[in-house]
């Protein structure tokens, strides 16, 4: 299958990338621009349930999701001046 690469751009200047989407195993989450202090990726599922929460190190996470069962999450990415979702697909 394709690969599609889930962006969102707030002002220009801070993004946050996750990919491959759809994932199979391991998520790559990318944050482009200045980030604020604890940065944190918190992966929920379609009701809000939060399976795994991860800290970043520098601008990168990787998630391990092949634990997880199929469908749809999103990947939540929060700091102390930034707050953005991108919804990814669990292959």
């Given at each position: 299958?394709?690969?599609?690469?889930?962006?969102?751009?707030?002002?220009?200047?801070?993004?946050?990338?996750?990919?491959?989407?759809?994932?199979?195993?391991?998520?790559?989450?990318?944050?482009?621009?200045?980030?604020?202090?604890?940065?944190?990726?918190?992966?929920?599922?379609?009701?809000?349930?939060?399976?795994?929460?991860?800290?970043?190190?520098?601008?990168?996470?990787?998630?391990?999701?092949?634990?997880?069962?199929?469908?749809?999450?999103?990947?939540?990415?929060?700091?102390?001046e930034h707050t953005q979702t991108v919804k990814?697909?669990?292959?």
């Amino acid at each position: 299958s394709s690969v599609a690469v889930a962006t969102v751009k707030g002002n220009g200047t801070f993004a946050v990338e996750a990919y491959p989407n759809p994932v199979a195993k391991q998520l790559n989450v990318k944050v482009y621009g200045a980030q604020g202090n604890n940065p944190v990726v918190t992966i929920t599922d379609v009701t809000g349930k939060v399976v795994l929460t991860q800290a970043l190190t520098g601008n990168t996470a990787i998630v391990d999701m092949a634990g997880l069962t199929s469908g749809i999450y999103f990947v939540k990415y929060t700091d102390s001046e930034h707050t953005q979702t991108v919804k990814v697909t669990k292959q």
